[in-house]
Structures are given as structure tokens and as C-alpha cells.
């Protein structure tokens, strides 16, 4: 199974509509963080959480972290068809071990009709 | 501010051959973390640098490795190069800013196939 599983995997919405994506980790996570990547373009950093309850916002994109620090919601209102692309979540984890971990989640395809 | 720059934009080598690529980071960013990602795959994180030494690795073989100069800037080394290491190399950098806000930008990869 997938360490950062994300949710959908892939999303068609009106323009105008909003929209959540999640991102769920079975352990506990150091940072959460949230890209876009479009066909032919690199990744575009949107926005890091690192504290449990944490919600950041930039534009029309609101991300928040839950308070077990395992979950993370995405959320777009009014969504516009500038917004559509790959989704990805990435996340930080220290494992028992003491090791450090980075991992990417398994995307979110979002198609916005005009 | 160039952001991230990367080179080669894209190489074809052959199976056994070694490959530098290269990153030169965002003004002002400290630490340099490469991605590998293979064609219809997520990223997969490879190593990151801060101040010349390799603070974390992912899981990749020994035959990657990497190195970070004094004005931040950082070369992938890939060795003995499989079919499987073809794929789309990324840099960022990064950097936490005062007040706490993280900052990462994407270099936009250099494309590399192993024939």
C-alpha cells in the first residue's frame, strides 16, 4: 500500500465549483507539503504545514493539516481552469528507526471545465 | 532572479556510462534537494545538501551521489547508468526563511535517457 495515499486521483469540476483533495499518511508526519506539477512544467511549491491544526492559504488555495498531524486537506474555492493540473502531497517522516524519509503522494489530476 | 537553473536540459547516454547533472539554486537558497521522476510517476527524493555536507538521502543506490559548492550549487552523479535510471531529474532549493515560512522552488529537470 502506499505510505501517503491521496484522494481522489482524479477530479472534473465546473469552473466556479470548489474542491478538496486529501492526502493520508498512516504515521505521523514531520512537514506536509503541497505541489502542482502541469504537463511539461516543473513542480510548483504551493505550501508547507508542519504544526498539528495548521491551515495556510494562498490565493484561492487553502491547505490544513490535522491535528494527529496525518491528514491534509486541499481545498480551492472558485476553482478557474488555470487551476488544473497534478496535485502531489509530500511529506517529511522521521521512522522509529531514527531515519529520515521524504515521500510523494500518489497525485490528484484535476481538470477544470470552462 | 534566474530561480532555479538546471543543465543539461536533456542527454542520452548508454548503459554503463556516468552522468553530472547540474543545479544552481534561487538566490539566497542554502539547500538543494534532487528528485527523480520517471515518465507517468510521482517524484521520488533522492538526497538533499545544506552546506556541502548530504543531510538526508532517500532509498537509491550508492551509485548516486552528489556534491554541493560553496555558492550552493550541486551536481547529481549517477554511475554505471541502468536503463531503468532513465527519467526526469529535478532540483530544488530551499530555504527557511525568518519568521518560519518555507520557501522551495523547482529547476525545471533535465531529461535523461539510458539506451
Known amino acids: 500500500s502506499q505510505e501517503l495515499e491521496q484522494s481522489p486521483q482524479s477530479l472534473i469540476v465546473q469552473e466556479g465549483k470548489n474542491l478538496t483533495i486529501n492526502c493520508t499518511s498512516s504515521k505521523t508526519l514531520y512537514g506536509l507539503y503541497w505541489y502542482k506539477q502541469k504537463y511539461g512544467e516543473g513542480l510548483i511549491f504551493l505550501m508547507m504545514l508542519q504544526k498539528g491544526g495548521e491551515e495556510k492559504s494562498h490565493e484561492k488555495i487553502t491547505a490544513k493539516l490535522d491535528e494527529k498531524k496525518q491528514q491534509s486537506s486541499l481545498h480551492i474555492t472558485a476553482s478557474q481552469p488555470s487551476h488544473a493540473g497534478i496535485y502531489l502531497c509530500?511529506?517529511?517522516?522521521?521512522?522509529?528507526?531514527?531515519?529520515?524519509?521524504?515521500?510523494f503522494g500518489t497525485g490528484t489530476r484535476l481538470k477544470v471545465l470552462a | 532572479d534566474a530561480g532555479v537553473t538546471q543543465s543539461p536540459t536533456h542527454l542520452i547516454k548508454t548503459r554503463g556510462q556516468q552522468v553530472t547533472l547540474r543545479c544552481s539554486p534561487k538566490s539566497g537558497h542554502d539547500t538543494v534537494s534532487w528528485y527523480q521522476q520517471a515518465l507517468g510517476q510521482g517524484p521520488q527524493f533522492i538526497f538533499q545538501y545544506y552546506e556541502e555536507e548530504e543531510r538526508q538521502r532517500g532509498n537509491f543506490p550508492d551509485r548516486f551521489s552528489g556534491h554541493q559548492f560553496p555558492n550552493y550549487s550541486s551536481e547529481l552523479n549517477v554511475n554505471a547508468l541502468l536503463l531503468g535510471d532513465s527519467a526526469l531529474y529535478l532540483c530544488a532549493s530551499s530555504e527557511l526563511l525568518a519568521g518560519g515560512t518555507y520557501e522551495q522552488y523547482f529547476g525545471p529537470g533535465t531529461r535523461l535517457t539510458v539506451t
Open positions: 509530500g511529506a517529511d517522516r522521521i521512522e522509529t528507526s531514527g531515519t529520515y524519509k521524504y515521500i
